[in-house]
């Protein structure tokens, strides 16, 4: 009985301490959702918004993921606009007047807006 009371009181301190670090990053995510949506259509706007707003890498980056998680949605539809054809800058500008895509359109998104805010990524 007294391991059972020990074990959870030491399970439940140790979720509520994971808490709290999840709150931290929320503060990010409601920051980055105020990127004007005139602005929000280009890269180089984003990627220029990120620069000014956003100060160190990490808050840059953390910013960056925040705002393509809220606001492209995932659409399998997408997967039937592959195009090979298509060239990389005309993907990514399809991705933000579309507003949707999928995995290969948050990958491509992410790390073309990472390399022009001053990051090195990898697809």
Known sequence: ?????????LCLAFHLSFAQMG?????????????PES????????????R???????????ALYSWITTHIRYNNDSSYYYNRSLDYEEKIAATLRRKKGVCENYADLLA????????RSHV
């Open 112 to 119: 073309d807006l990472a390399s022009r805010i001053g990051l």
């Open 39 to 50: 602005l929000s259509y280009s890269a180089d706007s984003i990627a220029r918004y990120l």
């Open 52 to 62: 000014e707003h956003y100060k160190t890498p990490k808050l840059r980056l953390q």
């Open 23 to 35: 709150q931290q990053f929320g503060s990010y995510h409601r920051l980055s959702v105020t990127i």
């Open 1 to 9: 009985m007294k391991w059972g009371l020990l074990t959870g009181g």
